[in-house]
Nanobody, 119 residues
Framework: QLQASGGGLVQAGGSLRLSCAAS????????IGWFRQAPGKEREGVSC????????YYEDSVKGRFTISSDNAKNTVYLQMNSLKLEDTAVYSC??????????????WGRGTLVTVSS
């Protein structure tokens, strides 16, 4: 089970840290991805961390602003979001896939958390 949290209302230029807490499994050999869906738009991948090889990936629009990290002791993956822009407003969700290197589909999804960036 996955649970995303940490969303809220923030002014443009501000920061938020999202958390994705996992229960019932550990991250070994999993990939954990962050996704977002803005109103009227399709869901898009934002970032991903592959625990099998340690690689991290970012969507182009968030590179340099967002950082994905993990605390294995807490079974939690974080998404630190800095320099937030209006266009970052969306519902953010996390997903997990066993045996993945951040490619392919996603089997386990958590409920999203809303991030609203205001001007």
């Amino acid at each position: 089970q996955l649970q995303a949290s940490g969303g809220g209302l923030v002014q443009a230029g501000g920061s938020l840290r999202l958390s994705c807490a996992a229960s019932g499994f550990t991250f070994d050999d999993y990939a954990i991805g962050w996704f977002r869906q803005a109103p009227g738009k399709e869901r898009e991948g934002v970032s991903c961390i592959s625990f099998s090889d340690g690689k991290r990936y970012y969507e182009d629009s968030v590179k340099g602003r967002f950082t994905i990290s993990s605390d294995n002791a807490k079974n939690t993956v974080y998404l630190q979001m800095n320099s937030l822009k209006l266009e970052d407003t969306a519902v953010y969700s996390c997903a997990a896939e066993p045996g993945s290197n951040c490619g392919g589909g996603w089997t386990y999804w958590g409920r999203g958390t809303l991030v609203t960036v205001s001007s």
